[in-house]
């Protein structure tokens, strides 16, 4: 079992900046990628960006692609997730994600986190 526990979230203005974390416990070495995902209100989880267990590979969906980045710290078991020029559409539930393979499918991924309101305000 992983336990994920993402952080970070709250009220941003538009274009501006936040950092998520994404804590992990537990059998972390089973599931070493990991990734983020959204949901907004009444739209489907969408994938958002993932990590390889070393952090070498990563990718991006192209709504995000040039303004988030993904990175973890394996000595503290976190990952993270950088957010700059935050739009109103980035408004939603972000979810931290772990899984054995490296995708952008939902379904690849074991475990999630309880997710993070974040909210981007004009």
């Known amino acids: 079992q992983v336990q994920l526990v993402e952080s970070g979230g709250g009220l941003v203005q538009v274009g501006g900046s936040m950092r998520l974390s994404c804590a992990a416990s537990?059998?972390?070495?089973?599931?070493?990628?990991m990734a983020w995902f959204r949901q907004a209100p009444g739209k489907e989880r969408e994938f958002v960006t993932s990590i390889n267990r070393s952090g070498t590979t990563t990718d991006y969906a192209d709504s995000v692609k040039g303004r988030f980045t993904i990175s973890r710290d394996n000595a503290k078991n976190t990952v993270y997730l950088q957010m700059n020029s935050l739009k109103p559409e980035d408004t939603a539930v972000y979810y931290c994600?772990?899984?054995?393979?490296?995708?952008?499918?939902?379904?690849?991924?074991?475990?999630w986190g309880q997710g993070t309101q974040v909210t981007v305000s004009s």
């Open positions: 994600a772990a899984g054995r393979l490296f995708g952008v499918s939902a379904s690849r991924f074991e475990y």
């Open positions: 537990g059998r972390t070495y089973s599931s070493p990628t």
